[in-house]
């Protein structure tokens, strides 16, 4: 038997609507923090499917992927875990006020890249700032780049 080290695979929804950014306020853990609609790839899931399903789940709205913002790794320091984030940018609506939010999502917000930054402390990983820096700065992949087989 082998033991092969596995990373957690996530995706994040990038969300821009008049210079703000569609985010979840979140309990993890008993910690109240901030991040882009965003979840695990399930079993039989595309990326696409995981981060549409994630971003309805997390926000009530339908999200749109037009490209890839960022592809990033990062090492959970307390937990000791990677996570291998796909970021996709595109636009949301269909807003369903009514339907339940998931376990652990306070409230979906907008906000500025200032506010965001204001709140670094509550920020849930350093990724989330940093696929706004990587968005703004333009970074844009084709959806084609992910290949389903």
């Not at 979840?39 to 595309?46: M, N, T, V």
């Not at 306070?106 to 500025?112: C, D, E, H, M, P």
Request: with cysteine.
């Amino acid at each position: 038997m082998s033991n092969i080290w596995k990373p957690h695979t996530t995706v994040a929804a990038m969300i821009e609507k008049e210079h703000r950014f569609l985010l979840v306020e979140e309990r993890i853990l008993g910690k109240q923090v901030y991040n882009q609609p965003a979840g695990h790839l399930e079993p039989g899931e595309s990326l696409l499917q995981a981060v549409i399903r994630e971003t309805q789940e997390e926000t009530a709205r339908d999200f749109t992927p037009e490209y890839i913002s960022g592809i990033y790794r990062w090492d959970q320091p307390e937990t000791k875990r990677c996570f291998i984030r796909v970021t996709f940018a595109g636009q949301c609506d269909n807003h369903q006020a009514d339907r339940m939010l998931d376990d652990g999502i306070i409230q979906a917000l907008w906000l500025t890249r200032d506010e965001i930054s204001a709140r670094a402390e509550k920020l849930r990983s350093p990724m989330v700032l940093r696929c706004i820096d990587d968005y703004l700065a333009g970074k844009r992949y084709p959806l084609e780049l992910i290949t389903d087989i």
